[in-house]
């Protein structure tokens, strides 16, 4: 017999009706929980969670790469980690090349820092250190020698010196100025601080994108319930008891696509039937680049981490080389007109092995200004303005891409997420008011 579709509900019982009437609710709740379970898919846990099962490791590498990209598995781990945080190295280095590569050259942020400032601090800072130093290295390298001066003639070697203090760190600042772009990488740098801190990169979506998220998870009931009025009045009309569970994996894959588009999408503003649609983030990408800025200023470029990284990061011998040898000729000025009676009375290798420990020692010393914590913090409002200023200029693209494109290729883990649920939401319904119409 052909199959007879009551398409006007005629024929509905009650029971019908209330079949009808809490499919779109229950889509709504589950569109609502997919959104609201989804956000903390996205952000937590900050480190993995879960236990190692033997030789999955292995397996890992065999996987399709779909699978291989959920947290946990490479390491031969199953349990899960927030996607955010999770590719917080890769945020990094998008964040990189996308934005803070855009934002200036290393050379332009260190200018922002204003070199004259800082030479200045270090000289106050290092003064008072001086001559405890020099005493040091001369009894160390030359204790004999050291020790005959008489005592005027220490303190006038030791005021020689502090003279040529301002000449010798102005020569530093100048030296790391005239060399920062080969001296700092601002990529080693954020990827490094973002994988050692992934809690950051959740507050730079946290800080500025809360309300937008927020709004993304009322939303999740609203596309929900629109999407079960259809799913309603087919299930309805065909009555087949497999079809609302699978209709429910529709459901909950769409919910979570429109939640993600309705945050990134569209880059520029643009208007459908006279309604402005625009990206949440997009539309308040000023006050997102205040708080970008705080945040990148006060936590990852820092004087006091260039500080570190100058010293102590991947060109770190290079850095203290190419200071030391420009402060040889400071040091050799502070010796004066009895340089060359000096040079003669301990020997050229002596002489030369004082003043290179003299730089090498003086270089540390003069570096470690750059990470005082106080000093730093007030350098940053200088850094918080250029990349506020820059991140305000950005291409919207640009600044989504920013913001997105480290968790693009994990989103379907989301989407799945949202189909599991929504299969499970059909199921349930299922399970409470049977089937209807057919």
Known sequence: MPLQVDWFFQDADLHDWIHILTIPVFTGIVGWLINWT????????????????????????????????????LQGGVGWQGIVPARAAKMGSIAVDKAIAKLGTPAEFYQQLEPEQIAEHIVQVFEPDMPRMIEDIMEREHPNLWRDLPTPARRAIIARVQAQLPTVVHSITDEIGVHIDQLLDPKIMVIDHFERNPALVVRIFRDFGQRELNLMVAFGFIFGFLLGIPVAMIDYWFGIPWLLPIMGVLVGWTTNALGMWLIFEPPEEKRILGIKVHGLFLRRQDEAAEVYARIIADDVITLERIGDFLLDGPRGDRTRQMLATAMAPAIDQAAGPVRGAVRIAVGARRFDSIRDAVATEAVDRTITPFKDPEFSKRQSDKIRKLVAQRTKELPPQDFVDMMRSAIKEDEWMLYAHGAIMGFAGGVLHLLLFGTAGG
């Open 38 to 73: 989804g956000l903390i898919m996205l952000f937590s846990p900050v480190r993995f969670h879960g236990f190692t099962v033997p030789g999955l490791k292995q397996l890992a590498r065999v996987l399709p790469r779909k699978l291989q990209e959920v947290p946990g598995i």
